[in-house]
């Protein structure tokens, strides 16, 4: 396979932009750097580059395109939106329609409030928390990601439990020693964060099902707990449902998992491909925030409507009968089959599944926290993600991702994307 104007491309690309790329990830850092492909088009499950090459996607763009590229109904809501104009600074009857589709779909919602990022929403509902307890501090695992705004943008210690320090250049000390990691799935750990700073968090940040070491599920009981303990400590529970909410399920992760947070941020999958974040949640929370009350949240675009149109019509697409279902048979045959071909060629590999969701880490036994993602083999990864892309296969550019299906995909995607890594696995082997 050729990838010569891609080549082109990323050279000019880095006399411009800085670093070639709009978002780190994209620079294959994480597998040890390349050349990234640049795409021209999307349709259905299936991306075309520059050079004419067609991939399988399971990158999805990390996460949003659950409904495949450029699907017929989010096209024409799109295409409608712009028609009409793209922006008024006024309300629109859109976001009344849309507010209460996820209302309906997430009932913790009893207010909600558009933004334009998953980083808005996240770092608004941390905001909301610390206006309605009058206290600073965060707890937050470690390994999730929950956007780049200063408060979340930190390490997780290698301690049980710790307080953070800067994961980025630029973020003050003296904000990250508000936040306290401890590791996910770990109740003791959690529980000695509490009883030290219990008195003092205004929220506990929780991805509930995580996606940024992979596809991790809490274990029994541990979400339970964390909203028993976080509340005994007049504390607030916020679910940072970014890639969570309608990948698993028509509704969000808490749905699935039967318990509610105070707090919920969205993003990703709710615009329908386009910008779009929101949060939400108790009544009496949500009166923290302006214009009604004094916690200030704001945003030129926010609530516009080519995103709120697009979000609409993806909602529309995933509340089909068995659109989820059958996202669950083929992320079982996808599971299924990269695990036999593994196995074949004698390649070490864990799969962590839920539904269309899943991560294949490398050399290692169970994932069920970031230390064991991060003690799978990156190597190893790498070397498969650069085969699997040569082959055709479009996966995320790093070993803590998922691998995202679409409604779009087929049992002929799955079958060639089974074929591909049986190819690349018995490269490995050999190599
Ligand atoms: N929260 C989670 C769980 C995420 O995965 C992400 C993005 N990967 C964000 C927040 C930030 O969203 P955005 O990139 O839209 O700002």
Redesign the pocket.
């Known amino acids: 396979m050729t990838t010569k104007q891609s080549k082109a491309l990323y050279q000019e690309a880095e006399e411009h932009i800085l670093g070639g790329v709009n978002s780190p990830s994209r620079a294959y850092k994480g597998v040890g750097g390349g050349t990234p492909v640049f795409m021209e088009k999307g349709d259905g499950a299936h991306l075309f580059d520059v050079d004419g090459n067609r991939y399988i996607d399971y990158l999805a763009a990390?996460?949003p395109i659950v409904t495949g590229h450029a699907h017929p109904h989010v096209t024409k809501a799109i295409q409608a939106a712009a028609a009409d104009g793209v922006l008024y600074g006024t309300p629109t009857v859109h976001e009344n329609r849309f507010a209460a589709m996820l209302k309906e779909a997430i009932p913790s919602l009893e207010k909600v409030r558009f933004v334009n990022?998953?980083?808005?929403?996240?770092m608004t509902t941390i905001r909301v928390a610390r206006a309605y307890t009058g206290r600073n501090k965060v707890l937050k695992f470690s390994g999730?990601?929950?956007?780049?705004s200063d408060l979340v943008l930190v390490a997780a210690g290698s301690g049980p439990a710790t307080l953070g320090s800067p994961d980025s250049a630029g973020v003050p000390a003296a904000i990250a020693e508000d936040v306290i990691t401890v590791p996910f799935n770990d109740t003791k750990a959690f529980d000695a964060a509490m009883d030290r700073w219990g008195e003092e968090i205004a929220g506990v940040l929780v991805?509930p099902i995580v996606?940024?070491f992979g596809i991790v599920e809490p274990e029994e009981g541990f979400l339970e707990h964390v909203n028993r303990e976080t509340h005994k400590h007049d504390a607030l529970v916020i679910y940072?449902e970014?890639?969570t909410a309608f990948r698993f399920t028509y509704g969000a992760a808490q749905n699935l998992l039967g318990v509610e947070p105070d707090l919920t941020?969205l993003?990703?999958v709710i615009g329908g491909g386009l910008?779009i974040?929101a949060y939400g949640g108790r009544q009496d929370i949500m009166e923290q925030v302006a214009p009604l009350g004094p916690a200030y949240q704001a945003g030129t675009h926010a609530g516009n409507p080519a995103s709120i149109r697009a979000g609409i019509a993806c909602l529309e697409v995933l509340k089909t009968p068995g659109v989820y279902e059958e996202m669950d048979r083929l992320g079982a045959k996808l599971a299924d089959g990269l695990q036999t071909s593994a196995q074949k060629h004698g390649i070490s590999v864990t799969v962590n599944r839920l539904r269309g969701a899943l991560t294949l880490y490398f050399d290692t036994d169970s994932v069920r926290n970031y230390d064991d993602a991060d003690n799978s083999n990156g190597e190893r990864f790498a070397q498969f993600f650069h085969g699997m892309l040569n082959q055709g296969i479009n996966l995320a550019p790093s070993k803590y991702e998922a691998w995202f299906l679409t409604t779009e995909h087929v049992d002929s995607d799955i079958d060639e994307t089974i074929a591909a890594a049986d190819s690349v696995f018995a490269d490995m082997s050999s190599g």
Request: charged share 15%; aromatic share 8%; hydrophobic share 20%.
């Open positions: 990390y996460g990022s998953g980083t808005e929403a996240v999730c990601y929950h956007g780049h991805e996606g940024n940072d970014v890639i941020a993003g990703k910008p974040g």
